[in-house]
């Protein structure tokens, strides 16, 4: 009886571990090939990846008249 | 069970209350066997052990059912152990309290 | 059944095969490492398009219309529980935090995670590094937060000299290498050595108390319990260039050193917090002692060792591959899957003792490893005495059947 | 004999014992499989969804207040003269100025100084920084306009949800005043007055029409007038800062946003379904008190107010103040969407309520952490102080950046800060449990384990992961949609892409 457990312990144990360390692996070689830092912070004011040159870009006019019939 | 069943749900309860009779009545049974002398506060002990198990377990499941996977494991996996570590010890207390007469 | 003599030789080919697997391992990650690190620091460019190093751990950003360089990108390290952790910090040309990278750390990721989650960093940024920042830990994973803000401070000193021609790192002085747990370490160890001699008739009571006080020391209180990333970073040498918290590495070599003295281990007896912690859910369930004999079960922790180890070797960050109940059971820290092999080791110890250390714990791999290299060693040592040879050999012989039923 | 009769007792009792005792492992084995159906089936319960199953019974609402009234709400602590609103403190006031100036001909630079309208123009110059976010949310509009198309075949059927309630939104019932208040609000009286037997009883009535209407949670209140709006009268051109005569009374009330989109916020969420319940039942109750001779103002989404909604709620005993400034109720937390209407029937107001969203705001942060344009405040306290009042700091300009950044046209908007808050949860055993517990503990120990589970247990998303594909997120989500949401489940396209959020653990 104790042994029976002990056994599917040993089993369901033996692949959890196994799981686990495959995603490690994953993990980690995704890391290396990704080549990129692990985290990166930035400070709010320069979050402006988004933005773009102000006047050049947008079509002011064009933007208006989208944003009137879209919110009314 | 049944939340949008006007029939099915009362009854469901219904049954699971009368099936608690069985759980409490087996239950003597097996202290009679084994002597632990049972009373009131060892009973009080019993049952709430017994109702903070049930609850944990549809509590988790409640989570997993509204789709709070990581929670509803965590749930299980931590005040379940809990619950079964406490178990055993009341258990142990139990029989650490026999009335050794014959 | 083969023989033992056969047997004996099979271990001794896989011991050789499996240092030598070490070996490539270690070789192999070498070869993999290139030196990837400044075109890391080139995507850290917020208005500087070309990024030129000034030294090795300083960076400049220049934008084309501008002459001064309009930011600084400065390169720092600090020690984790597995080694360097290595952290950018890119600071405008008015010497204000604009960003914080962290490039590479040997911790456990799971630790990282919670220190990085703590968004200490962002309260750093915007700040002005005229004058000294100040960074507050994270309760749960000290080690990691002080390698990443000894990192930081030091990365924007680099630019600190650079910017503002001063600097202020002379006053904070490295990480303590010493402290009072190591002391603990080596006088449990001690303590645990003494019980173990001891011939008194309370023995299995003192067992119990150094079990206990070890348990709540080095488990719950400092969750510093080594594990197969102990191994690894032992054999890594990572910890030439420092560590964090070496209680657990001392625990470690003291462990092994016994061994190679005296055939013993004593860490998993009277010492191991999670050995501790079953043997009291196994007082609570009077549970009774099995074990598996199969050839299976004896050589599949020995492998997964082995694999966990060359992994951590190959790439150059053993921390990350524990794969032992330990973090969850002290700390709440780790993988999921891990959560789930805890509750089951905690559940099944009610009933089987010491379930773990039964099955999958990476002493016993590591035990029956020095122990039979130590004997095949004293085997060799004895052979070259010419004299008494046969008698030797034999005497050898059945030496080593004993070492390896012990070792079953 | 007798023996024989005993061993056949022995033998009976013995079986009969076994019996017992096997049949109770079988039982207790049943109520351990039953109790985890049960919970379950109780997570998928639909009824669970505050706001849709026991409404007009009023039970939605089911925490019972009365324990918790107190005189004034802690969450609106005074520091210095409160001041009523200015017009340009109203973003949608701001947004559609700037609209009329860009059709007018002028372009809009980093100087907000050159902004034509001299109210906008008063804003910035009292948060000069909001300008950039101002100016990043025309780009963001533009990126968001390129991009949507792209994004259609994972977002149809979101898209086609949120556009059916926003067409529903903009019917125009009721209708917005054209006229003078004082003409407006008596559209519908035709008759005299009938007079109630007490301003109990016309609040009991008022109370129980509201759920009737379709409203989740309701409360009364004097019309406080520190939270009208200056120069803002719908209908007239021209206002002042007089507030008319007959603006006694407000009855505030609101209904949750459908729980398993705005579980999916961003993309899949709107606020248009619960807008859209909202003004209607505004309309219904002012036609009410129409038919019964009473004066009548609705005050309704999207942007038809003269008052700020959430303090006046909270004035009325709804709920409390919170650190993503939405009003955070003990039932649905922030998860409401709120209607009201201003009447001179003499009505018996509400208390406030304090049930301690204080200390818990202060200890959870997880809308902070969450929030994809990092516009709500990490402070450890409340640390700015707006028209008098402390508050947390809020940057209304950022968060309405990130707004115009949502994968579908109507879907403007984020709602993550909703869909991650704690008290963001439905209606069923385990959170009704703890939304019970958690204001009545004084000591603060369920409130630290419920955030220790929170901050351990759950998963969230990190911030950056909200955005859309086309600014450095994934589309993620604090749940992912439901199956009635997801397009590759009933339209012919081919799914490349992953969801990422909260889902079944199985």
Sequence with gaps: MRKKLLFMFYIVSAMIVCVHLAARVNFLNKLQTGNAPLFVITYSDNNKESSLPIKESINYKEWATKFEEQTK | MFPQSTLLDPLFWMVLGAIQVLVFTGANQWAKESQLGMNWWKWSVVGFWWLSFILTIAGAFTLLGENEGNAGWYVLGFVGTLLVIGGAAILKVLVLLKPNHP | MYSKKRIDFWKKVASLVSVSLLLLAWYCGSIRISDNQSDMVDQLLINGELLTQIHPRLYQGTSANELSPVEFIGLGSGIGYGGITEVAVTVSSQGDIQRVAVLSSKDTSSYLDKVLQSNLMEKILGENIKVSLEIDGVSGATVSTNALTDA????????????????????????????????????????????????????????????????????????????????????????????????????????????????????????????????????????????????????????????????????????????????????????????????????????????????????????????????????????????????????????????????? | MKDDAQIGDEATNSSRRNFLKLGGIAAATATVGAGAGAGFVLGRDPDANIGWGRTEAGKDMYFNREAFEVDFPPTMEVVGQIERPEWGDYLFNRAF????????????????????????????????????????????????????????????????????????????????????????????????????KSPKHASKLIKQMAFKFGMSMVGITKLDSNFVFKNMMRGMPEWGDEIPKHWKNIIVFGVPMNWDPMYAAVGYSTSYDAYYRAKMASGLMAAYLGELGYAARPQFPGNSYEVIMPPLAMLAGLGESTRNGILMTPEVGPNIRLAAVITNLDLEHDKPIDLNMKHFCESCKICADACPSGSISKADKPDDVVRGVRKYAFNQDGCWRFWNQGPTPSGLGCRVCIAVCPYTRKNNWIHALVKQAEPRDPTGVTRNALLAMQHNFFYYPDAESFHPEWSGGNFASYHQPPEWMRSEEYLKVEKTWEYDGNWEGF
């Design chain 3, 152 to 408: 930081i401070k030091q990365a924007a000193d680099s630019v600190r000299v650079q910017v503002f021609g001063f600097s202020m790192l002379e006053n904070e002085e490295p990480v303590s290498h010493f402290r009072w747990l190591d002391l603990m370490a080596i006088a449990m160890f001690t303590m645990a050595i003494l019980v173990n001699k001891t011939r008194h008739r309370k023995k299995s009571m003192f067992n119990w108390a150094i079990l206990l006080s070890s348990m709540c020391v080095f488990g719950f209180y400092s969750s510093s319990l080594f594990s197969s990333s102990t191994m690894g970073i032992l054999i890594s040498g990572a910890w030439f260039s420092g560590l964090g918290n070496y209680t657990s590495l001392i625990l470690l070599s003291l462990v092994i050193l016994y061994i190679i003295v005296s055939n013993r281990n004593v860490y998993c007896t009277s010492l191991c917090p999670f050995g501790a912690t079953q043997e009291c859910l196994a007082k609570l369930g009077n549970a009774k002692t099995t074990s598996l004999t199969n050839f299976f079960f004896e050589w599949f922790p020995r492998g997964l060792l082995l694999t966990t180890l060359c992994l951590g070797l190959y790439f150059r960050n053993p921390a990350s591959f524990s794969y032992e109940p330990f973090g969850i059971m002290f700390g709440m820290i780790g993988s999921i899957y891990l959560f789930v092999l805890t509750v089951l080791a905690i559940v099944t110890s009610l009933v089987v003792k010491r379930p773990w250390c039964r099955t999958l714990c990476p002493m016993n791999p590591m035990t029956d490893f020095i122990r039979f290299n130590r004997q095949w060693f004293k085997s060799i040592l004895n052979k070259q005495r010419a004299k008494r040879e046969i008698m030797e050999a034999n005497q050898m012989a059945d030496v080593a059947v004993k070492s390896n039923e012990v070792s079953k």
């Design chain 4, 97 to 196: 100025s700037l609209v009329k100036s860009i059709k007018g001909g002028w372009v809009p630079s980093e100087d907000w100084t050159q902004i034509p309208d001299l109210r906008v123009r008063e804003y910035y110059a009292k948060y000069p920084k909001r300008w950039e976010e101002m100016l990043l949310s025309f780009s963001e509009k533009v990126k968001h306009d390129n991009n949507i198309e792209k994004h259609r075949d994972r977002f149809a059927l979101a898209w086609a949800y949120s556009g059916a309630y926003s067409k529903g939104l903009h019917a125009d019932f009721p209708p917005e005043p054209t006229e003078h208040p004082d003409v407006a609000d008596f559209k519908w009286v035709q008759r005299e007055p009938k007079e109630f």
